[in-house]
């Protein structure tokens, strides 16, 4: 055969094997992009995908098999992730595997950190014992505080000799695997201090406050006295007259929290007489500290008292109360009130 004839020969077969190699990247190149973009199927809901400290993407495709999902190869998975650059970007951290998510959504996730967000929520009206007792039980949680007395506490939150009661404002703060409580707690106690500031810039000046801690323990009896939006400027008015007139505040919620664990429900005349730092009964002024967590409302409340010349209130039902100027009005709707009870 002619060098001619074994020339053309070879070249036929070179073009045979590069048809041969282009239509074979052509099909694992469709069932590549099938496989990428295609939803994942679970074997129920949703699953979640822990990536730790150290993972490579051999670890992390590891556990992606141990959750069930067997769609695509190993060479796929890995092909996709080099050509998306996320097994140089791999971010520490919990994702939700929802069904339908396809694997480039899924390592889109990897790679920018869309880790799953916990909501731990601090509820006004929540004393510092609530607040321990809640994040305890939250399980999500790294857990620093159990061991740290109130004092050690506020010494870890660069607040020593503060007490931490009300010091934490009450709202969700959103927070991912590996997050502490101390942390939510440092993020809830700047937070506090910032609303805690703003109200006291833009407080009337009239009220008979001294301090932003006197405006805190205040917002705190607001707090704890209705739950009721409309009614705490008026409930704040009722006690900054107290306060001007050298009037005892006489709130049940401060007696209660003086009571501490002794507090079974109920509260009877005696507790009333036995003198505590928080028995506004037997005591002027404002209690020492807050009684509980204020929220915003409450502090604007305490920033700006309601006007007016009502000196007590009591509760008709449902929340509300009626507001009375002088004691005989007041003692007239209590027996009306609490007959009807």
Same mark, same amino acid.
């Given at each position: 055969?002619?060098?001619?004839?074994?020339?053309?020969?070879?070249?036929?077969?070179?073009?045979?094997?590069?048809?041969?190699?282009?239509?074979?990247?052509?099909?694992? #190149?469709?069932?590549?992009?099938?496989?990428?973009?295609?939803? *994942?199927?679970?074997?129920? +809901?949703?699953?979640?995908?822990?990536?730790?400290? !150290?993972?490579?993407?051999?670890?992390?495709?590891?556990?992606?098999?141990?959750?069930?999902? &067997?769609? +695509?190869?190993?060479?796929? #998975?890995?092909?996709?992730?080099?050509?998306?650059?996320?097994?140089?970007?791999?971010?520490?951290?919990?994702?939700?595997?929802?069904?339908?998510?396809?694997?480039?959504?899924?390592?889109?996730?990897?790679?920018?950190?869309?880790?799953?967000?916990?909501?731990?929520?601090?509820?006004?009206? #929540? &004393?510092?014992?609530?607040?321990?007792?809640?994040?305890?039980?939250?399980?999500?949680?790294?857990?620093?505080?159990?061991?740290?007395?109130?004092? @050690?506490?506020? @010494?870890?939150?660069?607040?020593? !000799?503060?007490?931490?009661?009300?010091?934490?404002?009450?709202?969700?703060?959103?927070?991912?695997?590996? &997050?502490?409580?101390?942390?939510?707690?440092?993020?809830?106690?700047?937070?506090?201090?910032?609303?805690?500031?703003?109200?006291?810039?833009?407080?009337?000046?009239?009220?008979?406050?001294?301090?932003?801690? @006197?405006? *805190?323990?205040?917002?705190?009896?607001?707090?704890?006295?209705?739950?009721?939006?409309?009614?705490?400027?008026?409930?704040?008015?009722?006690?900054?007259?107290?306060?001007?007139?050298?009037?005892?505040? @006489?709130?049940?919620?401060?007696?209660?929290?003086?009571?501490?664990?002794?507090?079974?429900?109920?509260?009877?005349?005696?507790?009333?007489?036995?003198?505590?730092?928080?028995?506004?009964?037997?005591?002027?002024?404002?209690?020492?500290?807050?009684?509980?967590?204020?929220?915003?409302?409450?502090?604007?409340?305490?920033?700006?008292?309601?006007?007016?010349?009502?000196?007590?209130?009591? +509760?008709?039902?449902? +929340?509300?109360?009626?507001?009375?100027?002088?004691?005989?009005?007041?003692?007239?709707?209590?027996?009306?009130?609490?007959?009807?009870?």
């Amino acid at each position: 055969m002619s060098k001619q004839g074994k020339s053309g020969r070879i070249k036929l077969k070179l073009a045979l094997l590069l048809i041969v190699a282009s239509v074979a990247l052509g099909w694992y #190149w469709q069932r590549y992009l099938v496989f990428a973009n295609h939803g *994942l199927v679970l074997s129920e +809901g949703e699953h979640v995908l822990l990536v730790d400290k !150290g993972d490579g993407f051999n670890e992390v495709l590891a556990k992606i098999r141990a959750l069930g999902i &067997n769609q +695509g190869s190993d060479l796929d #998975w890995k092909t996709l992730a080099v050509t998306m650059k996320v097994v140089s970007r791999l971010q520490v951290g919990e994702y939700a595997i929802t069904p339908g998510m396809s694997p480039r959504k899924l390592l889109r996730h990897l790679r920018k950190g869309q880790v799953i967000q916990h909501p731990f929520t601090i509820v006004e009206g #929540w &004393n510092i014992r609530d607040l321990r007792t809640a994040l305890s039980l939250d399980e999500h949680l790294q857990h620093k505080i159990d061991k740290l007395n109130d004092a @050690e506490l506020m @010494e870890k939150l660069d607040r020593s !000799g503060v007490s931490p009661e009300g010091r934490f404002l009450p709202e969700t703060y959103n927070f991912t695997r590996g &997050n502490s409580d101390l942390q939510i707690l440092g993020r809830a106690a700047d937070a506090m201090d910032k609303t805690l500031a703003d109200a006291w810039q833009h407080r009337d000046k009239e009220a008979p406050l001294k301090s932003p801690d @006197e405006l *805190l323990t205040l917002a705190s009896i607001v707090e704890k006295e209705t739950g009721r939006k409309d009614e705490r400027p008026q409930i704040a008015g009722v006690f900054a007259r107290r306060i001007k007139i050298g009037m005892r505040l @006489e709130t049940d919620p401060t007696v209660i929290y003086g009571m501490g664990s002794a507090y079974n429900g109920n509260i009877r005349k005696t507790d009333l007489q036995t003198d505590t730092p928080y028995n506004t009964y037997t005591r002027y002024g404002l209690p020492p500290t807050p009684i509980a967590m204020p929220g915003r409302d409450a502090l604007l409340a305490a920033a700006h008292p309601a006007k007016g010349d009502a000196l007590y209130f009591v +509760g008709i039902g449902g +929340g509300a109360h009626h507001f009375s100027a002088t004691y005989g009005e007041h003692q007239t709707f209590v027996e009306k009130y609490q007959m009807h009870r």
